[in-house]
């Protein structure tokens, strides 16, 4: 292996996740220097930062801190300014909440100086000096934070940078002013890819003026507080109206956020907005290229037929005795929480009989249902995999986290691959599971894990 | 030259030791590298070209080559350039099934892959060498792969705890 080119070598790594990467970090000389060498693979590598650890990253910093594109700051660091200075082609920086938790932070403060000097030596157009040059390679900030004060000193601070290509904002509450240095912020990128907007009680003039942005989104997620909204949406929203259809044609994944799943008003409201958006504003044929995300209950797709040019879809799921699904001709990829009907092949079969160009199907389980559910599937899995004719891929997730996959269920074209949020808490249920799929003699990859975890 | 055109005309290849295959011109030009040398001999030279000689690939590997070009003809080949947005969701089970094979000889199919300029062919073989380095140990990839251990105790402690950076803790 050693022998392949070095070229080569790097694709292989390139496909690695972080801990496989971390583990090759400790292979033997050559694959550490490929991986320190590389641009991309150390990008993969985020440089976590928090009081117990970061000490021991200083040396480590100071050595290749050039390579880092990634910290992650997650608690508040004294000497974070100082480790800055090493890291010059920094593009991702995520201060997350317990950063900020000093509300008089010196340190912080300095750190955010430092980069605003930056930003005023490069827009007097002097020779660079081999400093910190940050603002001209940060691409993609993420901030949450809870308290007002963090809010204005951080805006009024991070002003002048200009190159985000992503921007994710979470913010509990918020003042007037506060409200103002970050629309004026937004507004300031000229490469935004990507938006974020959570907990953020943004109205419609928030997005006055946005559809003059240069800024192309591939992607855009909004919370729910901006969907409380009542009828007469194209009066109630000019501005964002204006704003979605400036980006529509480029817009790939449309996140609408997961809202108050208890609070009918705003159930409600958010399928008007939803429908209105859709309906009036998004055009047919520009929706082929889009994935929508839509998570909450009762999805009205008894409205949807507006949407016929719809690719991929992620809801929750929608009750089938209150809600005529139409023919969703054009829909390949869908993603659905688990559903009682499922229980049953009538019922498996009345839930999805209109979406009949189905590739991908990924159902999301969030019980004690989940076993039964698998052993249904597998028992079923000729009935099952008869109400898709073009089905290729079918995933269930009983969380998160990836642990094995079980392939070849009906024949060679569709592959099933079986995930959940935490294998140390799951199990003993996954013991059961490796019997039973091990008993009909099915490839489990990753099983060797599992039999270390749990100590089979 | 039109290489589109609708007949498929037989072509032949030479491995580094000297043994010769043949197959169509529709399969080879899978082949980036034999493409762009048939698209600079020009008008007629397909039929008069004789074989083409692979110095950098030997006879069993070529012979692998081609049986992957030859099921895979017909197939829209993704540019080195989709390549780079792929994901591993869906192989098709015949090139999983066509994987199966031993190290050493995948070793060599990578590297033709990546000498022929076969984007598909090494985007598969290497992420099936990637999916086999997946959660393992740094002992068990370097047994796996037979890579030599050339830390010293020294070292090994030093580079640990300098990956204490990506480490979550």
Known sequence: MENLPKEVLLIILDYLDNSSLKSCLLVSHQFRNLILNSAILMRKLPLILNESQGINKIEFIKKHGNLVKTIIVKDHLFYLSDLLKFTLNLNKLVLVDKSFQYQVNQQLMKIIDMMNEEVLKSLQIQPLPKIINFSDHLQHLTIIINNEFSTQEIFMKFYNINSLKIFKLFIKSIRQENFLLIKKFISNQKNLQELSISNLPIDDKFFENYHEMKFKLKKLTLGWDFMKATRNL?????????????????????????????????????????????????????????????????????????????KKLRYWFCDSFNCSIPNQEKLIELDVLYHENFTTIDGLKNYFRNFVSLEKLFIRCFDDVNDNFLIFIYENRFEFFKIFKKLKGLKISTYGYVIFTFTKLQNDEIKVEISTMNYESCAHRIVGLISYFNAIKTNIVEKEKFEKILDI | MDIDRPSDPQVSVVSSDGTMFHTTLKSILLSGTIKDMIEHIGEGGVENMGAIPLQNVDSKTLEIVIKWIEHHKDNIQPTSEEIKDKTADFIDPWDENFLEMDLDKLYNLITAANYLNIPQLLWLSTRKIAMLIKNRTPQEIRSLFNIEDDWTPQEIEAVQKENQWCEEK
């Open chain 1, 234 to 310: 194209e009066q109630k929203f000019p501005n964002f109206y204006k704003f979605l259809n400036s980006q529509q044609e480029y817009l790939e994944v449309m996140n609408l956020g997961h809202c108050g799943a208890y609070d009918e008003t705003i159930e409600e409201s958010k399928h008007r907005f939803m429908e209105w958006m859709l309906r009036a504003h998004f055009k047919s044929n520009l929706q082929k290229n889009l994935k929508l995300i839509y998570d909450t209950e009762n999805f009205p797709l008894n409205e949807s037929k507006k949407f016929k040019n719809l």
